[in-house]
């Protein structure tokens, strides 16, 4: 049995005594440093070779198998369904919360005891500082990461509770098994882009899109809604109707004017129509936001689609989300008109338009989430074509440019985020069958549709039965495609002219 270093019992020793017990004393704290580290990465590792070895083995064992466990499930699930399954269970996230904390705790009394009984009983002061203060490293390295992924889980949890539904919506149904959407050929998700938020009166809907997903291929046709569209017709059931009894949307007086400078007459004012109406008509809706399904409901008629599920982004989060980016190089483009586009601007009523804020001068930039979202919403130079265009580059900005190694480190900031600013009706337990429609999505096709003048759709008097039309022949399935035959005549290629700073309608085509 080792005794306790003494410097006067060494002093006694011959100096080639003395090296030996210098000697042993390294190689005695090197041991107690090794094991004390190997349990920080194993829990119970390092207690297998000391007094406490039983204790140690279990705790290994456990570890062992537990982790094996994990491996096993992530291996024959894929991550994606793995940490869905983990995503859509409430009660599994808070089990997982209190697990952390558990295994957090356990695994730093294994490393503290592992250091107390790997230590040499003859250790010098110094060594035994020394030991000690890696110890107490290893313990806050552990304790750390424990307390980080016990947050992680309560967050989560609490974010999934708050922005996914719970239970059936809108006649919205539970899907799983092997293949979730076999007894469902395709699904209608309405976007809304809100601009609800301090210092406006009401929520008006400037963005508004359909995705309409056949299940089978994950072919995606996107239907732009245009936020100026008038004249909308009103479902049987609405109560709306009381105001509009011929089931068209709009005031007399704009419509008489056939113009769409009146707000009152556009789509993306409904939301705001009916919280009115409620606030003038106690009863008259049920729902904690009627404006938002009221919405959804003239949208179905608009399309002529089902919509199955609803996503509401308030804008406001959009900027929040770039912010905590650290900001997004966009490639600023001038307007449709060749002039700079305005930030908070306005029309001067005299074809010029006056910047609030200033201007966007072209080229690539670095923008923060305010000015994106500037860039992304201004059409007094222009207009809401354009806008459009806008709005899919600084999207597609935003989806190649994130790290989504730096955004885990801001996990709170953007739970916070989800949670003050999105809403959607999709229960929680579908999101593993659309984690398996995403992929397939990504894998296939995505065709649009623009209800523009080139259409011939007009946003003050429009023909809806054009519009269904147009819809119907976008979401048919495409042709069987016949192979051409090879010829032995060879094309030369064009050369492809750089767009120039001066905008057309073709230019934003390209981001």
Sequence with gaps: MSQPYNPRTAARLTPGGRESLRKEIRSEFRRALGLTALGTVLPGAGLTQTRSKALGWFLLLVSLLGGAWVAYYVMTHGLTASALSLLSSPALLQLATVAFVIIGVL????????????????????????????????????????????????????????????????????????????????????????????????????????ASIDTKSGRTTLISLPRNLQRVPLPESSPLRQLYPSGVYGRP???????????????????????????????????????????????????????????????????????AMGGVDVNVKLSGNGTKLPIGGHSDGHGGVIGEKGYFSPGRQHLTGNLALWYARTRAADDDGFRQARQRCVVQAVVQQVNPASMLGKYPELARIAKDNIYTDIPVQNLGAFATLIERVQKAKITSVALTLKQGISSVKPDFDLIRELVQKAIAPPPASTPTPSTTTTAKPTPTKKPTPTSTLKSYDEC
């Design 107 to 210: 695994w730093c009394v294994s490393i503290i005891m592992t250091a107390v009984m790997a230590r040499p009983a003859r250790l010098d002061r110094a060594r035994t500082r020394t030991l000690a203060a890696f110890t107490t490293v290893m313990v806050f390295l552990v304790a750390g990461s424990s307390y980080k992924a016990a947050e992680y889980a309560a967050i989560t949890k609490d974010t999934v509770n708050q922005v996914f539904g719970t239970g059936s919506t809108h006649g919205a149904t539970v899907v799983a098994g092997d293949d979730p959407w076999a007894e469902t050929p395709r699904v209608n998700i309405l976007l809304l882009g809100s601009d609800a938020g301090v210092g406006r009166e009401g929520t008006r809907t400037d963005s508004m899109m359909v």
């Design 253 to 323: 007086t704009c419509i008489r004017a056939q113009t769409d400078a009146a707000d009152q007459c556009m789509l993306n004012a409904i939301w705001t129509e009916v919280d009115q109406f409620r606030k003038n008509h106690p009863g008259s809706y049920s729902g904690e936001a009627p404006g938002r399904d009221e919405t959804r409901n003239v949208i179905q008629e608009i399309v002529g689609l089902k919509i199955d599920h609803t996503v509401v982004i308030d804008l406001k989060g959009f900027e929040q989300l770039i912010n």
